[in-house]
């Protein structure tokens, strides 16, 4: 395990102390660097340093391109434009180290050798509820962040911070209790799936809310099964567990069709925090921090107002007595920073409870309990819509169902593989199993190319294409390198010849190839996980470039030629394999 600076990282030092050296105020100073289509690399510092110093641009340029020898990475270096350094690195720097990282088994990225401790709080359905869209959203992007993070080296906490508390469970636990039946497994060919969970519940929760809207009677039992279920109840907690059970399974079935792996025990929904809640209340009242507003219990903020101008608090109590979502969140965060001794909190959560986490957080920093080492942040993403631009839902108006989206993506993704599968010999299994890589992978790669904040559009056809910024594509580029070494005859090996001359094709193939661990640590940073998307999807274009152009298995320069050629393939299919990986995506073998 050696971590590989990339000749960017190595350049970037270079050019730093170059700059110091022309201008000794400049210690520190960021020489902006850059890959450039005209040369390797393009620093561009020097002009703000130039501008700063009153000096002419272009002198000062040539000054820091005196300062800056050749030496193994420094090839030529060029004044260019107003005052920018185009600079070149050689071949056998490019080739060395790509055969540095090859020879590591994470390809040079390094591990931190600070870790710290993260809780990412993601993948937080919604007992008796059907998961939507937005669900689907906050598991893949969380999923993605925490193997970033953890391959990052850092010690990641997962939490799903499920809605399993809550008024509705006093109607819900009412109801099952008078209707003793309406859960029970009915037997059938599938009545234990996750699907017939999923329908049993729904059917139960649209009687008792029948029930509860008709009948105030009714609607009394249920409020008093609210106060058995806080008080703990046994039976009634026993009524409610059944309710978090049947959901699992249905959950369970929708994260094993998406590939995300989901631990019971990192399941820690709302309920997890009731026996804090009222000692957060309490700690919150007496710090000042919350104060009784018309029965409720409030913090106010100065910023924060409704469109009349009025304060728009936080509630932590509610006139009821009973407690929100908030006072879950805020005795959360004592759990994540006092006993889990987090020092960054992430919350993958829909933009559209932005303001519910600002409150959250500021009323946490007043209590104390984010104290100044401790990063908190919620990564707000944006909505999933249709292909009409409108919040995606079906034509009945009715939000679609996550496992029907993806058993669809799935048929689709199985068309497209079976059609490139038959010419090529796959058997129907792995017909089968490749259509669900592949449209699996379709659905989270949309998902994690698009920006965070971004809404985008639902669009299977886009997705599954195999033209165009999608998985496929990149899943494609890997498989290609696989029958690269499959046709490869007996004794073609792939070696790194740091002697041999780099055409074009090659050139951008390995600078890209050496930039794959700053692409990793720049979304360990920004938790931006498009960007590792959108590094592969380069990736894999700039191979299927040298592809066409460098023939590998018949290279015209004889045998060193094929296997520095064999070395690139095999370095460009672990990295597409890592890479995708890391998002949570396969990569089949053959397609
Ligand atoms: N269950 C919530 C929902 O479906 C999301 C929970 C987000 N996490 C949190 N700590 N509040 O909207």
Redesign the pocket.
């Known amino acids: 395990m050696a971590s590989v600076p990339s000749l960017s990282a190595s350049l970037q030092q270079r050019v730093s102390a170059a700059l110091a050296a022309a201008v000794p105020s400049a210690v520190g100073a960021d020489p902006l660097l850059r890959r450039s289509d005209r040369a390797d690399f393009q620093a561009n510092g020097v002009l703000g340093l130039a501008k700063r110093a009153k000096a002419n641009p272009r002198e000062l340029a040539a000054q820091v391109a005196a300062a800056l020898p050749a030496d193994e990475v420094v090839g030529e270096v060029e004044v260019s434009g107003p005052g920018f350094l185009n600079i070149t690195v050689p071949d056998a720097a490019i080739t060395a180290n790509l055969a540095r990282r090859l020879a590591d088994d994470r390809l040079g990225v390094p591990a931190k050798p600070d870790p710290g401790i993260t809780v990412v709080?993601?993948a937080?359905?919604?007992v008796a509820?059907e998961m939507?869209v937005?669900?689907l959203r906050?598991s893949v992007i969380g999923d993605a962040l925490v193997r970033i993070l953890e391959f990052g080296g850092e010690q990641v906490v997962r939490?799903h911070?499920?809605?399993d508390w809550g008024t509705q469970f006093g109607m819900l636990i009412q109801y099952l209790l008078e209707h003793p039946h309406e859960l029970d497994h009915t037997g059938g060919a599938d009545a234990d799936s996750g699907e017939a969970s999923m329908s049993r519940l729904d059917r139960l929760y649209k009687s008792a809310r029948a029930l509860f809207d008709a009948d105030e009677a009714f609607k009394d039992r249920a409020r008093r099964k609210v106060v058995d279920l806080q008080a703990g109840d046994p039976e009634t907690l026993a009524t409610w567990q059944r309710f978090v059970d049947e959901s699992k399974i249905y959950f369970y079935s929708v994260y094993d069709k998406l590939d995300i792996e989901i631990r019971d025990a990192d399941i820690v929904?709302?309920s997890g925090y009731n026996d804090m809640l009222v000692e957060t209340c309490h700690l919150l009242e007496k710090a000042g921090v919350a104060v009784w507003s018309n029965g409720a219990l409030c913090v106010f903020f100065d910023d924060i107002k409704g469109k009349d101008g009025e304060p728009v608090p936080l509630i932590v109590r509610k006139t009821d007595g009973g407690f929100g979502?908030a006072a879950?969140?805020l005795s959360?965060i004592r759990n994540r920073t006092q006993d889990l001794h987090a020092d960054t909190l992430l919350?993958?959560?829909?933009v559209r409870?932005s303001l519910?986490?600002r409150m959250?957080f500021e009323t946490a920093r007043r209590a104390g309990w984010l104290t100044d080492g401790v990063t908190a942040r919620h990564l707000p993403f944006g909505t999933v819509l249709g292909k009409d631009g409108k919040p995606f839902k079906t034509r009945a108006g009715k939000s679609v169902r996550l496992e029907d989206l993806l058993d669809e993506a799935v048929a689709r993704a199985t068309a497209v593989v079976r059609e490139k599968g038959e010419k090529i010999g796959l058997t129907e299994q792995e017909i089968t199993d490749n259509g669900r890589q592949v449209g699996i992978g379709a659905v989270k790669y949309a998902d994690l190319s698009t920006s965070l904040g971004r809404d985008y559009v639902f669009d299977l056809d886009r997705m599954v294409s195999l033209n165009g910024d999608t998985s496929v594509y990149i899943q494609y580029a890997y498989a290609r390198t696989r029958s690269i070494f499959r046709k490869a005859a007996e004794g073609q090996r792939p070696v790194a010849h740091p002697e041999l001359p780099l055409a074009p094709a090659e050139r951008a193939l390995g600078l890209h190839l050496d930039a794959f661990a700053d692409a990793v640590a720049e979304v360990a940073e920004t938790y931006e996980p498009h960007r590792l998307a959108s590094y592969l999807f380069q990736l894999a274009s700039l191979f299927t470039t040298f592809y066409e152009q460098c023939p590998v298995l018949t290279a015209e320069g004889g045998e060193p030629q094929v296997e520095q050629r064999l070395f690139l393939c095999d370095l460009t299919g672990r990295t597409l394999r890592q890479g995708l990986a890391l998002l949570g995506i396969r990569t089949p073998e053959r397609l």
Not at 347 to 350: G, S
């Open positions: 709080d993601y937080q359905p919604n509820k939507h937005g669900h906050s939490r911070h499920i809605g929904g709302e979502y879950t969140d959360a919350y993958v959560v829909d409870q519910h986490f959250v």
